[in-house]
């Protein structure tokens, strides 16, 4: 085959939670994250050329190698410079569903496809775990959109261990589309303001920044109880982007009025999402919002979790 086109989900997180500062300027993290099934799709195609051609149908995303998934590409042919040889470059056509800059990991489900998709064109036959690893150098939310499901992730949110999966779980996702939140930005403020509170090692290394215990979200996740994992909901990031992006807030709040389980923002954001009780409840609790924010500029989804990352389009 000389293409294939696959699907590349979002992935929200269920649980982020910010353990301290480490020596490479990321951060320590423990995080549950979730796929679900507002995926984009992208098509891999060999190329005659030694080039990496790359479009897609959203103005904003850039063509060039400052976007993850030309990285990605890069990354394989550096790696692999014979089988590059043998099969020439590639053309990726994205198709964008997911919101850009959202904290849904729009970009590294792109690349992690990327990875995915080359190993196949390219019969490479690497591993699941090998595409991980690989998908780590490229970014940190990379090896979890390879695998998809539910997990917990920790170090720089690349190391993973798989949950059960939780695919009957309804979501309503909300997103301003003119909003954007940089990640550095919000890690960055977050250092600042919270660092002061991670307590350190014997050398000067942050091992834990706050009381909050993943372990009650495992719990949740083990019970498959969708109104026990909507009360433990947390992420750290909501401290610094809620005071700066008021508009987030009130999404947040709106969510809240609108009588679902539970509502927390995703990853860096600016995007929200709220756990429902079913597919109906959350077709209600997107028409309250819509009506409730009448704002054109809002996009609102209804999307299911989902037990896998990547996978090839049938
Ligand atoms: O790994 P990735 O490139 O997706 O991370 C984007 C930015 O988010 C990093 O440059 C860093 O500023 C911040 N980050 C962090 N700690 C993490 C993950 C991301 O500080 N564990």
Known sequence: MHSYTLIAPAK????????????????ELAM???????????????????????????????????NIAYQAAELM??????????????????????????????????AAAVLVGINLLWKLGLTQSELEELGATLGSDVPFCVAGGTAIATGRGEQLS????????YIVLGKYKSLEVSTPWAYKTYRTQ????YIRDSDNLAVRASAVHSGEMVKAILHQDVKEIAQKLHNDLEKVVLPAYPQVLEL?????????????MSGSGPSVFALCESQEHAEQVKQQVKTATNNEDLELFVTQAIAHGIQIAS
């Open 252 to 264: 947040r709040e709106t969510f809240a009025n609108a009588g679902v389980l539970g509502t927390m």
């Open 77 to 110: 042919m550096r790696k692999f410079p014979n089988t590059f040889a043998k099969y020439g470059g590639v053309e990726i056509s994205i198709t964008k569903r997911i919101p850009v800059a959202a904290g849904l990991a729009g970009g590294s489900t792109n």
């Open 162 to 169: 798989p949950l059960p999966s939780l695919n009957s779980i």
């Open 194 to 197: 919270f660092g002061d509170s």
């Open 32 to 66: 549950i994250l979730q796929s679900i099934d507002l995926a984009d799709e992208i098509e891999l195609r060999s190329l005659n050329t030694d080039r990496i051609r790359l479009h897609c149908d959203h103005p904003q995303v850039p063509s060039d190698e400052s």
């Open 12 to 27: 929200i997180n269920l649980y982020l939670e910010i353990i301290g500062d480490r020596p490479d300027h990321y951060h």
